[in-house]
């Protein structure tokens, strides 16, 4: 079974064509977000209506959704959309296919060093390769061969997935920008891309590689003081401000009634 798996996961992604996605998401402090994704499948056949069920589902408000035809087979889906938490964002990828786009989102509390973590894993998942593997594999009636003996007479591994799969996914790429609320301090290896403001960062993937292991994008923001804490600063500042002023304002007088005071003794005598 093991030599069955890549050649499984192979049939999948020709059936579903080279696959490529951009997407933006901005995530806000409470949790709640919207994102923009381009999805571009080389595929005869579109699939709106699986696409619109995904994008009804509780906690998910569609913007805008559109369907672009390239050529003959090349299919560009535009979904723009609000996410009321990160639960509903999640829930979008336990109805997807074993192209896993969404992944799995996570915010963490502060960690040691006061920081709050953003985590999302995403990967090529084995869920629907195993469910095909629960059926009996059909060799043909003039295959004079059983299952066992097929799969053992399969090259290694590699030598499938070099062979079926180079030219399918060779170019293609997974690429994400995430727009964050608070300064970001941790990027893991992917710090250079974060952007001069410090709250947008973007990563990017070779399909190909998404095969072999499972992605996990890590961003560590340092969180800022509340608007209300400026006001009030602001405020205090100002109510200082007031009294220095005042206080100056006093002792003027105050020298002033002494000098007159001085000016009236010295006429009386």
Not at 21 to 50: C, F, Q
Not at 52 to 79: A, Q, T
Not at 105 to 129: F, H, M, T, W
Not at 151 to 158: F, K, Q, T
């Amino acid at each position: 079974m093991k030599k069955l798996m890549p050649i499984l996961i192979a049939m999948l992604l020709l059936l579903a064509g080279c696959v490529e996605y951009d997407e933006e998401l901005w995530l806000n402090s409470n949790g709640s977000g919207r994102a923009k994704l381009r999805l571009s499948i080389e595929s005869h056949y579109s699939n709106t209506e699986e696409f619109l069920r995904v994008f009804s589902s509780p906690g998910i408000h569609l913007r805008e959704y559109n369907l672009k035809n390239v050529g003959d087979n090349k299919k560009i889906y535009l979904v723009d959309f609000h996410f009321d938490n990160v639960d509903a964002f999640n829930n979008l990828d336990d109805q997807l296919s074993a192209m896993n786009f969404f992944g799995q989102l996570s915010i963490l509390p502060k960690d040691k060093d006061g920081n709050i973590v953003v985590k999302r894993k995403i990967s090529i998942e084995e869920r629907e390769v195993m469910e095909q593997m629960e059926t009996p594999l059909y060799l043909g009636d003039d295959l004079d061969m059983s299952e066992e003996e097929f799969i053992a007479s399969l090259p290694d591994d590699d030598d499938i997935l070099m062979g079926i799969l180079k030219d399918q996914i060779e170019h293609t790429t997974w690429t994400y920008k995430l727009h964050v609320p608070w300064k970001i301090v941790y990027a893991g290896d992917n710090f250079d891309s974060i952007s001069p403001d410090g709250k947008t960062v973007t990563w990017k993937f070779n399909t190909k590689d998404l095969l072999d292991k499972t992605e996990l994008m890590t961003v560590a923001m340092k969180k800022g003081l509340s608007w209300v804490v400026y006001v009030l600063i602001g405020l205090g500042g100002a109510l200082l401000l007031f009294f220095v002023f005042w206080m100056i304002r006093i002792g003027k007088r105050s020298h002033l009634k002494d000098a007159i005071k001085h000016v009236e003794e010295r006429e009386g005598k």
